[in-house]
C-alpha cells in the first residue's frame, strides 16, 4: 500500500522507493527519506532530535512543523493569546484523503478546523488543508488558508495570518552553504540590542555562528550545499526565508534539543512572515513548498 495510516501517523510509500512520515500531530512530517545518484538506497533528508516527544505532549523539534497563524511571538491582535509560532503545530489535524496515488507522486491531505480548544485561544473562522506530495526525488507541502466566514460586512471580516514551513534539513551544519541570500534585507533575531534591518553581504550563507535571520522579499528558489549533497527549495507565496542554527549557545539551552544536534542540522524556513497575509470571507491562500534532492556535487566557488 503506498499510503497507511497507523494510529497517529501516515507513511506514504513512492514506487521508486522514497518515503515520508506524517503524525496527524501538528500535520508534522517527521521523516523523508529519498535515494540520489550517488546513494541508490534512500536515506533520511530531515533532522529529528532524539530527545523530540512525538506522543502529542510539544511541538516535535524536527521535521517539518507548520507554523500558523504567527511566526515567533504573537505581533497582531488577534493572536495575542497564541503560543510562538501558532497552533497549527500542536494541534491534532484530521486525515482527510489521498489525493494522489501514482508514478508522479504520492499526496495525501490533512485538514483542521476550529475547535473549542482553538477557538478558546482564537476565535477567528478558518479551514486549513495540508496536502504532501512524494515524489521520487521530491517531497512538496501546499498550505491551503481558508478564511470560512459568511460575514457580509464592511470593513471585511479578514482573515490576518502568517505561515512558515519549519524545515529542518538534515546537514552537517559546520559545511553547508545557503544561497542566493546576498543583498537582501534581514533581521538579526540572534542580536539583543541591533536585530537589523541589516544587508547580507554573503554569497553564501553559513551556520558556523548562532543564526538567526530574517531575510525579507527573498527569491523563493535556493540551495543549501555541503560537501557531498544538497537540497534545493523551491516556494510559492512564502516571500520571506528564516535560516535558524542555535550551536551550542543557545541549542544547550532547548530542553529536547538532542547533545550536539545543532551539528545535524540546518533550518531553511520559507515563510511569510514579515507583516501578514490578509484574505476576504471565502477566499483561500495557498503556500507552497518543493523540496528536492540536489544529485551532484554542487559546491559554490567562493
Ligand atoms: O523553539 P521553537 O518555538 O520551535 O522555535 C525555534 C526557532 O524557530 C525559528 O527558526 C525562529 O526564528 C527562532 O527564533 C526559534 O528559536
Redo the contacts with the bound molecule.
Sequence with gaps: MPVEQTGDRIILKHPKGSTAENLLYGATVISWKAADKRHPEPFERLFVSSKAFLDGSK?V?GGI?VVFPCF?SPTHPDHSRLN??GFARSEVWKWDSVVMDNEAGVSVRLALEPTAKITAVYNKPFHLSYVVTLAEHQLSTDLHVKNTSTSQDFPPDFLEFQALF?NYVRAPASEVLIHPLQNLKYLD?TNPVFQGPKIEARAGVDVRTYT?S?YEDAPQNYEVTWPGGGIALRSVNLKDV?V?N?RAE?GSK?GDMEDGGWERYV?L?PGFVRGFEKIEPGRTWIGQQVLSVIHEERRMNL
Design positions: 511541538p523539534r512543523p515567533g510562538q509560532h519549519h533575531k538567526d530574517v528564516v535558524w542555535p543557545a532547548i533550518c524556513e
